[in-house]
C-alpha cells in the first residue's frame, strides 16, 4: 500500500476512535435530546433572549443602553435559567464535547502539517530568512545614503548660513553708506538753503534800500519844486 494512504487510513482510524472515545464519554457537541425535551420552551426564550440585539447592546455597555422593564426581566431570567444545576450540567457537558472535538481537529491538522508540510515551511522559512536578509541589507544601505544626503543637505545650509551672514553683513554696509550719503546731502541741501535764502534776504534788502532810497528821492525833488515855486 502506498506510504501516503497508509498514512491516512491510520489517521481517519485514530480519528473515528478518539471521536468515538468523546462521544462516549461527553456525548455530541450540543445540548442533549433529553434536556431540551425537558427544557425546550426556557431554552428556547433563553437564547432568543440572549442573541438580541437589545440585549448585546446592553451587555456591552449598560450605561448607554439601560434596560426597560421587559428587558430587565428578560435579564433576571436568564440569569435564572444560567443559574440551574441542570444548565450548568448539560452546558458543562457540552463545552467539554467542543473543546476536545476542537482540540482533535486541530491535532489533525498539525499533524498532517508535520507529515507532508515540514519540508515545504523549512524551504518557506529559508526563502523569509533570505528576504529579511535582503530587506536588512537594502535598510542598512539606505540609512547610510539617507546619512549622506543629510550631511550633504547640512554642509548645504552651513554654507546657505555663511552665504546669509554675507549678505547680511553687505546689507548693513549699504544701508550705512546710503545714510550717510544722505546726511551729506542733507546737510549740502541745507546749506545751499541757508545760502540761497541769506542770498535771497541780502536781494530784498538792496530793493528795498533803494525803494527807500528812491522815495527819499522823490520826495526831495518833490520839496525842491515847492521852494522854487513859492519863491517864483
Known amino acids: 500500500m502506498n506510504p501516503v494512504k497508509r498514512f491516512f487510513l491510520y489517521l481517519a482510524a485514530a480519528y473515528v476512535v478518539l471521536s468515538a472515545l468523546i462521544m462516549i464519554g461527553f456525548g455530541p457537541p450540543r445540548l442533549s435530546g433529553a434536556y431540551l425535551d425537558e427544557y425546550e420552551a426556557d431554552h428556547d426564550r433563553y437564547v432568543e433572549i440572549i442573541y438580541s440585539e437589545e440585549y448585546k447592546r446592553h451587555m456591552q455597555n449598560p450605561v448607554r443602553h439601560p434596560a426597560d422593564e421587559e428587558l430587565q426581566a428578560d435579564i433576571e431570567f436568564v440569569r435564572e435559567y444560567e443559574a440551574r444545576p ?22 489533525v491538522i498539525v499533524v498532517v502539517a508535520v507529515r507532508f508540510g515540514t519540508r515545504p515551511l523549512l524551504s518557506f522559512l529559508d526563502e523569509r530568512i533570505g528576504d529579511l536578509r535582503k530587506r536588512i541589507a537594502w535598510a542598512d544601505e539606505a540609512r547610510k545614503e539617507a546619512e549622506k544626503q543629510k550631511q550633504t543637505a547640512q554642509d548645504k545650509l552651513d554654507q546657505l548660513d555663511d552665504v546669509r551672514r554675507n549678505i547680511t553683513q553687505k546689507t548693513h554696509d549699504v544701508i550705512e553708506q546710503e545714510q550717510e550719503a544722505i546726511e551729506e546731502a542733507t546737510e549740502q541741501n541745507i546749506a545751499r538753503i541757508d545760502a540761497e535764502a541769506e542770498e535771497r534776504m541780502r536781494v530784498e534788502e538792496l530793493q528795498a534800500a533803494q525803494q527807500v532810497k528812491a522815495e527819499l528821492i522823490d520826495k526831495a525833488a518833490e520839496e525842491l519844486k515847492e521852494r522854487y515855486q513859492q519863491r517864483a
Open 86 to 107: 441542570e444548565f450548568q450540567r448539560a452546558n458543562f457537558r457540552r463545552r467539554m464535547s467542543q473543546f476536545l472535538f476542537e482540540v482533535l481537529n486541530a491535532g
